[in-house]
């Protein structure tokens, strides 16, 4: 056989993370002494709550770390199930909730368990782009659906109206709050997009990985609106623990056995002590609070900041810790944009490319989930970059 017999799946061919060049770069000038203000991670810098530490501490000296079940281990499922009685007031039982690492994961499982090869799925653009990149590798079709203000950046069923007319689609994906823009859908428009897709019969996915990082008390759950929607949810965000690998879905029932049998199979089971610091965490809320609290004060300095220096057109930041600006009235390429203001101010930025390859040239996205002094720095640093 020549060596042209041995190539990549086509479907392993999916697009990279541009931003990936911008932070690869930031590194580089870190390496040569220059200090740079990340805006462009996705992550809280705050470390995982105590509790969950002492609780990892404390698996690490006396706990034997071996396989779990594949849907999790019970205390975590349960204590699950008392979040949504807490937080939303829905009773839920425990073995539908299916422990994941990372919502990376919980889509993976989620993608295979609901949909076959060629089926086509809604999402917006713009919008988090390992979505389109795990669709097309696991041969389903995103549908990518241009949203903008008249929406509020938001699917609607006329939007998916207009997508049927293509073809049938067998699955909405939203996320609220958003990323990269922020926004959340009010409980109106997340109401009436379910009660559509149950008419339709079409699988309605909610992303909430950033449920808790809400800044208007309009926080809804899809499963207070259905019990056939797909949730999921991670440890990521809002509990500070990227780096732990756990997430969680709320599966309808007829789904609960073919995502285990799907887990069981791929990755067997999420690591044990992770899953222990997990359950930990979420007797943690007074800790994270505290780091909201810090998110609210550098979305108010930002509000105001960005658009004194010249971003003036901000999407609305209704939750997550993004902000999502206009860049045209100085830019039409974000990728060049943001090496710009990397390499003159040392503020790195996320080209809005890698959400929306459409109109992704003239965004980028800043991301406030760091120190407070780090913002306002950026601010006075970013604004001596505009002005010159
Ligand atoms: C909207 C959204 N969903 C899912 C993820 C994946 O997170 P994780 O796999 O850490 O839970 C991210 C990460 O940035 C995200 O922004």
Not at 315 to 337: K, N, W
Request: include cysteine; aromatic fraction near 8%.
């Amino acid at each position: 056989m020549t060596n042209e017999a041995f190539q990549p799946s086509r479907r392993s061919d999916v697009a990279p993370f541009i931003a990936m060049d911008v932070l690869a770069e930031a590194a580089k000038l870190e390496a040569g002494g220059r200090s740079i203000i990340h805006m462009e991670v996705g992550q809280p810098s705050a470390p995982a709550p105590r509790l969950a530490l002492e609780a990892a501490r404390k698996a690490l000296e006396h706990g034997r770390l071996g396989y779990t079940a594949a849907a999790g281990i019970q205390p975590l499922r349960h204590a699950l199930a008392e979040h949504y009685k807490r937080e939303y007031g829905v009773e839920v039982p425990s073995d539908r909730i299916m422990v994941t690492t990372g919502s990376s994961a919980g889509f993976n499982l989620a993608f295979l368990a609901a949909f076959d090869p060629g089926d086509r799925i809604a999402l917006t653009a713009p919008g988090y782009p390992a979505y389109r990149n795990i669709l097309r590798s696991l041969g389903l079709i995103p549908v990518e659906i241009e949203v903008s203000e008249e929406t509020r950046w938001c699917l609607t069923p006329e939007h998916i109206e207009q997508a049927l007319k293509d073809g049938p689609v067998r699955g909405i994906l939203v996320a609220s709050p958003a990323n990269p823009t922020g926004t959340m859908m009010s409980s109106d428009a997340l109401t009436e997009l379910i009660r559509f897709a149950e008419a339709e019969k079409i699988w309605f996915i909610s992303d909430e990985i950033y449920h808790g990082l809400d800044y208007s008390g309009d926080q809804k759950s899809a499963l207070e609106i259905s019990d056939n929607a797909i949730i999921i949810n991670s440890f990521s965000k809002y509990y500070c623990m990227t780096g732990w690998r756990i997430g969680w879905m709320v599966l309808p029932d007829q789904l609960v056995r073919p995502a285990e049998r799907l887990a069981q199979n791929l990755y067997i089971s999420a690591p044990e002590m992770s899953q222990l610091a997990a359950t930990a965490a979420l007797g943690s809320v007074q800790e994270l609070e505290a780091v909201k609290a810090g998110y609210v004060a550098n979305r108010e300095l930002l509000l105001e900041g960005l658009p004194a220096i010249g971003f003036d057109q901000l999407l609305p930041v209704d939750g997550a810790f993004y902000i999502y600006a206009d860049i045209s009235r100085f830019s039409d390429d974000s990728l060049r944009f943001a090496r710009q203001m990397l390499h003159d101010a040392g503020v790195a930025a996320t080209p809005g490319v890698d959400f929306d390859p459409v109109h992704g040239h003239k965004f980028l996205r800043f991301s406030f989930a760091g120190a407070h002094e780090n913002m306002k720095e950026a601010l006075v640093r970013m604004s001596n970059f505009l002005s010159r």
